[in-house]
Nanobody, 121 residues
Framework: QVQLVESGGGLVQPGGSLRLSCAAS????????MGWYRQAPGKQRELVAA???????NYADSVKGRFTISKDNAKNTVYLQMNSLKPEDTAVYYCNADLRSNSAQKGYVYWGQGTQVTVSS
């Protein structure tokens, strides 16, 4: 059973920084892409940033220049460095991975449990 374990959320003041981490469980055959989505109260879940196996990145316009996504292939882990945080960044952040486990014949999309990020003074 593949699991995505997230960490790093919390409360931060406007202008502050946080770093989110998401580690995929063991027994991973390959990872096509990993990313971060967020969902604020009353809003739809939206893509924040994603990174492919080749290292190609994609960002929402609202976070470009402030957030940086990166990965550690050896640890099956993706990170989201969030700088210059704004109150409108407040949301539950979900890790997402398109990967194939050792026991599967093809890849599937998996989600983490979510981690709360609150930007407030």
């Amino acid at each position: 059973q593949v699991q995505l374990v997230e960490s790093g959320g919390g409360l931060v003041q406007p202008g502050g920084s946080l770093r989110l981490s998401c580690a995929a469980s063991e027994n991973i055959f390959s990872i096509n892409a990993m990313g971060w989505y967020r969902q604020a109260p009353g809003k739809q879940r939206e893509l924040v940033a994603a990174i492919t196996s080749d290292g190609v990145t994609n960002y929402a316009d609202s976070v470009k220049g402030r957030f940086t996504i990166s990965k550690d292939n050896a640890k099956n882990t993706v990170y989201l460095q969030m700088n210059s945080l704004k109150p409108e960044d407040t949301a539950v952040y979900y890790c997402n991975a398109d990967l194939r486990s050792n026991s599967a014949q093809k890849g599937y999309v998996y989600w983490g449990q979510g981690t709360q990020v609150t930007v407030s003074s």
